[in-house]
């Protein structure tokens, strides 16, 4: 067993650690009060990445992306978890973001959405979620009918990111409820300007971000923008999930948890209070000890599933164990280091408040953590038993 | 164009982690090594270089036997190969041992340029390139801020930097030119620069193979002993200012000139 990174690895968290040192940390003084990134600092931003090479790193290289094995996806996303410039369940430092069902595309479907896409000119957001079914997506109520070359499609989208700044939607719905998520679900793209398509923005969540609701009332949606079979829909976003518990919600919360260890120990230092430095004080010493040991065994665990999964095995019940222990720990953590800080620590000049916010909001999204420790434990109960 | 960059694994200054040994030497072992920042700037300028006359980046390095895990660094942000010297005969090289051995190396090197950095942020003496220049008798154009090098002519132009502007040097090639930071912030390695690094060739010399000997250089031939070292005096408490601004800056002002800073 070998717990070094590879020298490539290495040189690549090197480089990323001094980018975001260099380049990022430093932005996060510009910031609006809402900690807003403008648009020209990003293109900035994607300048600079795009020269690395960094550039849609999900994205197999047949397209032009960076093809990247996961661990180096964890390095990257460790990396740029310290920096509170980005929410975390999406970001374009590293170019557009491929919805990754968009590979299953066929030809003409490929030049219609995946490469518009590839080069920036439009955008598609992910509607799956519904009032009715979050966590059950199984259960979703959008129902499609197919009628001649064209589905007809009536239902309710909500807490869709970026909706308002997407033309297509790949939206779930029902082609055949009583099957469900066994063949009853299939993906479509909708054009967000057809006829019966209303999208409205809604209220501001935790992270200062508007998500979206869209309204689909008799859309009639050609059958050739079906992407997979009919069916298929939910089986094609499963590898994406797999692997989105890993890098975002792993390996971004253990940055995000270091840098929070990070500030906790050099302003314990400098910080007196009745006469003495607040690291002098076993409170303060147990709560930073408690953090560095709970990053650690987090990052081990997000770097050996990166590794298994590189090596082709299947890790999903090791991803939900990395969502739930990666987004519950980075919780304690920048909650400790806000305490540390006192006043300063809820106050938006330092990236802390940012952190807490963004880790509650992603023990929600993609899986809430009951839901799944619910799967882990029948998965784990279903396994034969073995020491 | 051909262009040698002298690179110096040096303790990474950014940890801190720079001590001494009991003999008063640098202890590597526990320190990460990084490429010596300045030689960041001098790889930089040469990659520009090459990118607009065409040719390729030699690295060389005096260092001991791990050096090429520091250069593939300097490799992944685009130079073409390495050449390290290593030998044990060289610990404890003194300024003068250093110079002649990389004066040996580069006569089994053909170039056009010889670029180094200013200084190394462990030994810090500065001297090595004069040295260098001398030992090869090659034009020494220091403190460079802009190389213009022609190759047509077979010329090189050079920007030497000076406290109120520049000086314009010329010389024929090869030439040897100390870069600054002025010539711009060295580049990110590239990602493909990463995956490609550790196929590019670095070769390794031996003293033996350089026609040196082991008494001539090295520990054995030191010029210069360590007699001794301390630590600065601890800085007295800083003063802080808080007056209205434009207060405050009276107060700066008067106290540069109490201290012969400004006049
Ligand atoms: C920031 C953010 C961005 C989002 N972006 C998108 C998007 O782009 N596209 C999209 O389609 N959706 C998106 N969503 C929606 C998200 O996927 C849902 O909020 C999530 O699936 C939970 O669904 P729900 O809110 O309906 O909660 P519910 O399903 O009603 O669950 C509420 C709570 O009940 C508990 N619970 C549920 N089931 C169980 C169980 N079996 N056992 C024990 N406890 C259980 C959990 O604690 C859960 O938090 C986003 C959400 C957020 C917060
Ligand atoms: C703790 C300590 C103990 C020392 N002990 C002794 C001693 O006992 N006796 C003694 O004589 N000297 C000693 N030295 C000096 C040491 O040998 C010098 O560091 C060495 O000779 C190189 O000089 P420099 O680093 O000062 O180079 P500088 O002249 O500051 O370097 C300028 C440039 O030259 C190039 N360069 C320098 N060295 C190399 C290299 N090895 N490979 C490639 N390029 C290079 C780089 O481009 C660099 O930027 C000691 C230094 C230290 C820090």
């Not at chain 1, 106050?347 to 807490?356: A, Q, T, V």
């Not at chain 2, 001494?20 to 030497?25: A, I, S, V």
């Not at chain 2, 711009?184 to 010399?205: C, D, H, N, Q």
Request: aromatic residues 6%; contains cysteine; charged residues 25%.
């Amino acid at each position: 067993m070998d717990f070094e990174l590879s020298e490539e690895h290495q040189m690549l968290r090197d480089m990323v650690r001094t980018f975001v040192d260099k380049e990022l940390i430093p932005l996060e003084n510009a910031l609006g009060p809402n900690r807003e990134i403008t648009p020209d600092v990003m293109k900035g931003i994607q300048a600079k990445t795009k020269e690395m090479g960094l550039w849609m790193l999900d994205v197999p290289e047949e397209y032009g992306g960076a093809g990247l094995d996961l661990m180096s996806r964890c390095i990257i996303d460790e990396q740029v978890g310290r920096t509170s410039l980005f929410h975390w369940h999406w970001y374009p430092t590293f170019g557009p973001a491929l919805r990754p069902v968009l590979l299953h595309c066929n030809e003409e479907q490929k030049q219609r959405f995946l490469w518009p896409v590839l080069r920036g000119e439009i955008r598609i957001c992910f509607a799956q979620t519904e009032p009715d079914a979050g966590s059950d997506p199984a259960n979703l109520r959008t129902r499609a009918v197919r009628d001649g070359d064209d589905y007809v499609i009536n239902g309710n989208k909500r807490f869709i990111t970026a909706a308002g700044e997407s033309q297509y939607a790949q939206l779930m719905a029902a082609t055949d409820p009583e099957k469900g998520s066994k063949g009853g679900i299939t993906c479509f793209i909708v054009d967000l300007k057809a006829k019966g398509v209303t999208v409205t923005e809604s209220w501001p969540n935790i992270t200062g971000e508007c998500l979206w609701e869209i309204a689909l009332d008799n859309v009639r949606v050609p059958a050739a923008n079906i992407i997979g079979e009919v069916g298929q829909g939910f089986e094609l976003g499963q590898k994406f999930l797999t692997e989105a518990r890993i890098k975002a919600h792993g390996a971004r919360s253990v940055g995000a948890a270091q840098r929070c260890l990070d500030m906790m120990i050099e302003y314990s230092q400098q910080r007196v209070t009745f006469g003495q430095p607040l690291s002098d004080r076993q409170a303060i010493q147990f709560m930073i000890v408690d953090s560095a040991m709970e990053i650690r065994m987090v990052r081990n665990l997000v770097y050996e599933c990166a590794w298994r999964s590189d090596r082709g095995e299947d890790i999903r019940d090791l991803s939900y164990m990395v969502k739930i222990q990666g987004t519950e720990m980075v919780t304690r953590v920048a909650d400790r280091a806000i305490q540390i800080h006192g006043g300063m620590g809820v106050s938006r000049e330092l990236p802390l408040e940012h952190f807490y916010r963004e880790a509650r909001a992603v023990r929600i999204n993609e899986g809430a953590t009951e839901v799944l420790r619910w799967r882990l434990a029948r998965n784990l109960m279903r396994k034969p038993k073995r020491s | 164009m051909r262009i040698v960059v002298l690179m110096k694994p040096v303790p990474d200054p950014v940890a801190a982690s720079e001590r001494l040994r009991p003999d008063g030497r640098l202890d590597r072992a526990n320190a990460p090594a990084v490429v010596n920042p300045n030689d960041e700037y001098a790889l930089e300028a040469a990659l520009k270089l090459v990118e607009a006359h065409g040719g390729e980046v030699t690295l060389l390095t005096m260092a001991p036997a791990a050096a090429p895990e520091t250069i593939r660094k300097a490799l992944a942000m685009g130079a073409h190969r390495g050449v390290l010297v290593t030998d044990t005969a060289l610990e404890g090289s003194c300024v003068h041992s250093t110079a002649t051995v990389l004066a040996a190396a580069l006569a089994q090197l053909e170039f056009d340029l010889v670029l180094f950095g200013v200084d190394s942020t462990d030994g810090g003496a500065g001297t090595v390139p004069a040295a260098v220049a001398a030992k090869r008798a090659l034009p020494y154009l220091s403190a460079a801020g802009k190389i213009e090098p022609d190759p047509a002519a077979g010329t090189v132009r050079v920007r030497r930097m000076t406290p109120t502007g520049y000086d314009l040097l010329e010389a024929p090639m090869p030439a040897l030119v100390v870069c600054t930071q002025a010539l711009g912030e060295p580049r990110y390695p590239s990602l493909k620069g990463i995956m490609s690094a550790r196929s590019k060739e670095v070769r390794t010399f031996s003293l033996a193979d350089l026609g040196l000997d082991d008494g001539s250089v090295g520990g054995a031939a030191a010029t210069t002993r360590l007699t001794g070292t301390s630590t600065p005096p601890a800085r007295g408490a800083a003063r802080i200012i808080k007056d209205a601004p434009a207060e405050a800056a009276r107060q700066v002002v008067d106290y540069l000139v109490e201290k012969w800073i400004i006049q």
